[in-house]
């Protein structure tokens, strides 16, 4: 198998570090393997402490008095008091944490190898790797001649994980199976069915008071070809000749009064059992393969001197080498499909959270939680998946989406005397939607409208005019009812501005009449607000005019999101010629901040583009060279990939990817997942965070082929090889999406394209760049548009 897909490995794994992940879109794993013991740990997407909780649990105002709180503490923002806004804030917008909860990790499943201590002879030839066009992974390894393999995989199909034992001659050695909990809740015991049943609750005391949490039940049993299963101290101890296999089924109560959820697990072990295990490999390929052979790359890397080395040592060895392994970044961006179709499918209870579908059990002991943060890491988890041609897999973040806009309604009416919905920095399986427990990030008013802001992707990727009136219109229409009530005009500018608002996490200094520094975060109009504010009241315009979403007073509500859109702050620059973070150019009080959300208007929205504003996009670039110049920034896994993104939108081939083989190389663990550097956001330790994955495949994909529509109802426009690196001298793409509905392949050979080929699925108007070069056309539905090596169109 190419070494673009393909994780390897000639050590065991001992840690989660070296782990290598399995999912099946609900249920996870993340396989530990040596010689003598596999491990399992068992993770699930639904199995958090805490419970709902009443939306403005803990705030010291009436909900009737909430509208005259709302703007009295806007009116002290505007008066320029702000320390007198920060008091009326922490008073009337802090919520307080009860059983908010956190995903939790399941238990382990251990496999124990006994008596190969007896065999003569040493180990040899112990590799262990996960086929990413397999979902598979493989341990493989020699004993005196003997020859054994274990198999894992988790079917998404039969929603049972599937661990396989096979070798030259088994016998002589006992299989020991035994699974653990994380806590006193835990109980097992081997049923009189002959298989190991157990039961789980997911209880801790940070984030919850460690009564309340949901509850599971999962089952394990055993098959073999010439051999038998026993019970043994509660475990299950297996001999045979040639070959075991060993099942394992679980699901939760999550949102499912009553025993249907425990006889589920059974049903599905039941089916299982019924199947050879070759034939439940081959449902789960039929099933996996086709989802993840849709789009791939390739960056010419076979020729890589290191290309065939494990991956470990291919890793830290990149960044000496100056990123040279091309290889390496192909291999994270199919890495990045992987995760996304292990981690969430389009039946998910769920969307993904901060560590995807899996849990490292480092981020659920930490003050943040293994949750939903939405002011950037849930965001950044999608950033990838319209391109990489995964857009079915957004069910689940839909359907989120409509729960957070049911449970946001009532934080808008209890917090704001608002209508339409709102949701704040972070949420839970509940719906929580309520601000933080601190002003300093949790009054981030437009993190649910952030979030929401996929619909409005997905219907540029599209095209799709059903989609958006029949699942993305509701969320959005809600939201801009919050923002049209909530914000408020200055008087003097007559600008709408929201506020009190945070740009995430970050903070500045106002200058008091003493002269007195006073360290801030929250303010009126945040840019980032802005931007999203902008682009929600456009779509509503647009969606009223042209995609049939009319209610009867529909040209009422065209002219208010039009005179609403008119009234909007335009960006500022500052005076250092950097992109104003603030309405206003305050000095920053932390410069070295990690996160950068003023810049989404640039690499994430149209608002900012070097062909259009070139000297907001300068201003851009500004603001990361002085983030970036800077020897104490906050260098993390989302950081690196937003910088990586920005450059890649700005053309700067090089930046961007010294920035993606910075996060490859020295902010992801052997196992290649992301993680976040200790002594930042109060991380003690390497906490694993799926975001850098995912945001430095968007990167990769930016730096190929970028693709806006600056206006609605306007054409795509599409660069070509925009922010491609010498590294990456040649190549092909084949299936990428872009927006439009359109699918690109194309290939370029000593840095200078070859040619593409866009299939459309949709009918609309493109215009293409390729340099100096220039290809414009309208295309219907099932066109082929090919394109030569300077946007000639052949055939």
């Known amino acids: 198998m190419s070494s673009e897909h393909r994780l390897f490995y000639t050590t065991p794994s001992t840690a989660f570090p070296t782990s290598l992940p399995l999912g099946n879109g609900r249920f996870a794993a993340s396989v530990l393997s040596s010689p003598s013991k596999e491990v399992l740990i068992l993770n699930e997407v639904s199995f958090w402490s805490g419970k709902e909780q009443p939306a403005g649990a803990g705030l010291s105002?009436?909900?009737?008095?909430?509208?005259?709180?709302?703007?009295?503490?806007?009116?002290?923002?505007?008066?320029?008091?702000?320390?007198?806004?920060?008091?009326?804030?922490?008073?009337?917008?802090?919520?307080?944490?009860?059983?908010?909860?956190?995903?939790?990790?399941?238990?382990?499943?251990?496999?124990?190898?006994?008596?190969?201590?007896t065999i003569?002879?040493?180990?040899?030839?112990?590799?262990?790797?996960?086929?990413?066009?397999?979902?598979v992974t493989e341990t493989r390894y020699t004993l005196s001649g003997r020859q054994f393999k274990r198999r894992c995989f988790l079917s998404h199909p039969h929603q049972v994980l599937v661990v396989q034992l096979e070798g030259d001659d088994l016998q002589g050695l006992e299989i020991e199976v035994d699974v653990q909990g994380e806590n006193e809740a835990f109980t097992s015991n081997v049923n009189a069915d002959g298989k190991l049943e157990f039961n789980v609750q997911a209880l801790e005391t940070v984030h919850s008071d460690g009564t309340c949490g949901v509850k599971g039940y999962g089952l394990?049993?055993?098959?073999?070809?010439?051999?038998?299963?026993?019970?043994?101290?509660?475990?299950?101890?297996?001999?045979?000749?040639?070959?075991?296999?060993?099942?394992?089924?679980?699901?939760?109560d999550y949102a499912e009064p009553g025993d249907a959820w425990r006889r589920r697990t059974v049903a599905q072990m039941d089916a299982a059992l019924?199947?050879?295990?070759?034939?439940?490999?081959?449902?789960?390929?039929?099933?996996?393969?086709?989802?993840?052979?849709?789009?791939?790359?390739?960056?010419?890397?076979?020729?890589?001197?290191?290309?065939?080395?494990?991956?470990?040592?291919?890793?830290?060895?990149?960044?000496?080498?100056?990123y040279a392994d091309a290889g390496m970044f192909a291999l994270y961006f199919h890495y990045a499909r992987?995760?996304?179709?292990?981690?969430?499918?389009?039946?998910?209870?769920?969307?993904?959270?901060?560590?995807?579908?899996?849990?490292?059990?480092?981020?659920?002991?930490?003050?943040?939680?293994?949750?939903?943060?939405?002011d950037i890491n849930t965001q950044m988890n999608y950033f990838a998946i319209m391109n990489s041609g995964l857009s079915d897999l957004m069910q689940p973040l839909i359907n989120y989406l409509v729960r957070l806009g049911e449970s946001g309604q009532d934080t808008a009416r209890v917090c704001y005397g608002c209508p339409g919905w709102v949701a704040h920095v972070f949420s839970n399986v509940w719906g929580f939607t309520d601000p933080g427990w601190e002003v300093s990030y949790g009054l981030n008013v437009t993190g649910g409208l952030w979030l929401a802001s996929h619909l409005i992707e997905m219907f540029e990727y599209s095209l799709d005019d059903s989609f958006t009136r029949n699942e993305a219109w509701s969320v959005l229409l809600g939201a801009s009812k919050f923002f049209l009530d909530y914000m408020i005009e200055d008087p003097k500018t007559g600008w709408l501005l929201t506020g009190p608002s945070v740009s995430p996490e970050n903070s500045f200094f106002v200058v008091k009449e003493d002269g007195e520094k006073e360290e801030h975060y929250a303010a009126l109009a945040p840019t980032l607000d802005i931007v999203l504010v902008r682009d929600l009241f456009a779509f509503c315009e647009y969606a009223?005019?042209?995609?049939?979403?009319?209610?009867?007073?529909?040209?009422?509500?065209?002219?208010?999101?039009?005179?609403?859109?008119?009234?909007?702050?335009?960006?500022?620059?500052?005076?250092?010629?950097?992109?104003?973070?603030?309405?206003?150019?305050?000095?920053?009080?932390?410069?070295?901040?990690?996160?950068?959300?003023?810049?989404?208007?640039?690499?994430?929205?149209?608002?900012?583009?070097?062909?259009?504003?070139?000297?907001?996009?300068?201003?851009?670039?500004?603001?990361?060279?002085?983030?970036?110049?800077?020897?104490?920034?906050?260098?993390?896994?989302?950081?690196?990939?937003?910088?990586?993104?920005?450059?890649?939108?700005?053309?700067?081939?090089?930046?961007?990817?010294?920035?993606?083989?910075?996060?490859?190389?020295?902010?992801?663990?052997?196992?290649?997942?992301?993680?976040?550097?200790?002594?930042?956001?109060?991380?003690e330790k390497d906490i694993f965070v799926i975001d850098g994955n995912l945001g430095g495949a968007a990167a990769i994909a930016e730096m190929l082929i970028r693709s806006i529509i600056p206006r609605l109802g306007g054409p795509v426009e599409v660069d070509l090889l925009p922010a491609l690196p010498a590294a990456w001298a040649e190549g092909n793409v084949k299936g990428m999406r872009i927006r439009g509905g359109l699918e690109a392949d194309f290939s370029w050979q000593g840095g200078k394209l070859d040619g593409v080929t866009l299939r459309a699925s949709a009918a609309s108007s493109v215009v293409v760049f390729y340099g100096e070069h220039r290809f414009e056309a309208t295309y219907q539905a099932g066109d082929v548009m090919r394109l030569g090596p300077t946007l000639e169109r052949e055939g």
């Open 61 to 117: 105002h009436k909900p009737e008095r909430a509208k005259d709180e709302l703007r009295e503490t806007q009116r002290c923002y505007l008066s320029g008091d702000y320390a007198q806004g920060k008091k009326r804030a922490e008073r009337f917008l802090e919520s307080r944490k009860t059983n908010f909860g956190t995903n939790l990790g399941v238990g382990r499943l251990e496999i124990a190898v006994n008596g190969q201590e």
């Open 120 to 135: 003569d002879g040493v180990v040899s030839g112990f590799e262990r790797e996960l086929r990413l066009d397999e979902a």
């Open 220 to 252: 394990i049993a055993a098959t073999v070809d010439e051999g038998k299963v026993q019970r043994r101290n509660g475990k299950l101890v297996i001999s045979a000749k040639k070959s075991i296999t060993i099942l394992v089924t679980f699901n939760t």
């Open 274 to 322: 019924e199947l050879s295990a070759s034939d439940l490999f081959q449902a789960h390929l039929q099933d996996f393969q086709p989802l993840y052979r849709r789009v791939s790359i390739s960056l010419g890397s076979e020729s890589c001197s290191t290309a065939s080395a494990p991956t470990d040592q291919r890793r830290q060895s990149f960044e000496a080498s100056g």
């Open 338 to 374: 992987y995760l996304t179709i292990a981690g969430t499918r389009h039946d998910s209870p769920l969307p993904l959270h901060l560590q995807g579908l899996w849990n490292d059990g480092e981020a659920c002991k930490m003050g943040w939680s293994c949750d939903y943060h939405l």
């Open 544 to 683: 009223l005019t042209k995609l049939d979403c009319q209610e009867s007073n529909y040209k009422e509500d065209v002219r208010m999101y039009r005179e609403a859109l008119a009234k909007l702050p335009p960006f500022q620059i500052g005076k250092n010629g950097q992109l104003q973070e603030w309405l206003h150019d305050f000095e920053e009080a932390q410069p070295y901040h990690r996160h950068l959300s003023h810049t989404m208007a640039l690499c994430r929205s149209a608002q900012i583009s070097a062909r259009h504003q070139p000297d907001l996009a300068e201003a851009v670039r500004v603001t990361l060279e002085r983030r970036q110049g800077r020897d104490d920034l906050e260098d993390i896994e989302f950081t690196a990939a937003l910088f990586a993104q920005n450059y890649a939108r700005l053309g700067d081939a090089e930046k961007a990817v010294a920035q993606i083989g910075h996060l490859v190389g020295e902010l992801s663990f052997d196992n290649l997942l992301s993680y976040s550097k200790p002594g930042v956001a109060g991380a």
